[in-house]
């Protein structure tokens, strides 16, 4: 019997030790970006991603370093989105893990560079030989990362989202906005272990699809958190769908249609892990998390 949270919090310490090598105070120019990178990445946060990262490369019984380095760069790039999507010409949130807001910390010109920063830092990391020696597979770690948070992904997703503010979605339109805009990095951050471990084909599309699954449950649970929950569980606003009149799954369905939706997500989620064995109880424990959770 696995310890989820024990575990959660395990990855949590090891990679937020990670994130304050990678990213090291600095004191030259770039002190004032670096404070801000550094204050959006080394507090708070589940470090949900991460988790997925070193809990799907222990299946291929990866290398731990290298598992830790991706997972650092990947929750790199999620700090990135949270402090672009935070700005005023995005959700305009001044509020983000129970703190200010990089934007409102520091100011707007900051906060775009700390995303910038995080985000080339990111691919610098993966793209380092002390992330894999061999060179094709830290090619393909940056190749499908790209892919996952560009145009196809995470950007076209936020993209979606935001027009979505002003056109009528139907409820695979939505399905499409949740996998692109939060799925598509999830799902990456299971993919990546297959890549480090080099492993057959099968296996990388399997965990892609179970990433793509829990990462719709995810959005759609954040959704649903955000009439639920309350400021305090959640570090951030909540009532924000309902108040900029945006087409979510819980608008769509209603809250309990919505959870019926989203546990669908997790049952499929569930069935991808089928080629892993009992070696992925943990990923399994994990898929539950992610409607269990209370922020
Ligand atoms: C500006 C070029 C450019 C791109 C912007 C901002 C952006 C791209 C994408 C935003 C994607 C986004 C913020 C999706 C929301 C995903 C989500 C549910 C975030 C909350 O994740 P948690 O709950 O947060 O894991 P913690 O704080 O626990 O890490």
Redesign the pocket.
Known sequence: MHNLEGSIESVAADVTGELNSLISPAQGVEQRVVDAMRYSVLT??????PFLAVTAAQLFDVNPIHALRVAAAIEMV?????I??DLPA?DNDDL??GRPTCHVQFDEATAILA?DGLLTLAFETLAAEDTHPVAAIRIRLVQELARA?GLGG??G??MADILGLKDNYEIVDVEQICKM??GCLISYSCESAAILGAVQDSFCSALRRFGNNIGVA??IA?DIMDVEGTVEQM?KATQKDAGQQKSTIVSLLGLDLAKRHARMFVDRAIADLHPFGPRAGLLKEAAEYVLSRR?
Do not use: A, E, P
């Not at 708070?44 to 991603?49: V, Y």
């Not at 999620?78 to 949270?82: E, G, I, R």
């Open positions: 708070g946060g589940k470090r949900f991603r999620h700090c990135y989105s949270l672009h999507d995005m983000r893990r995303g948070i995470m950007v997703g936020q805009k939060t995810f959005q954040d570090g922020s």
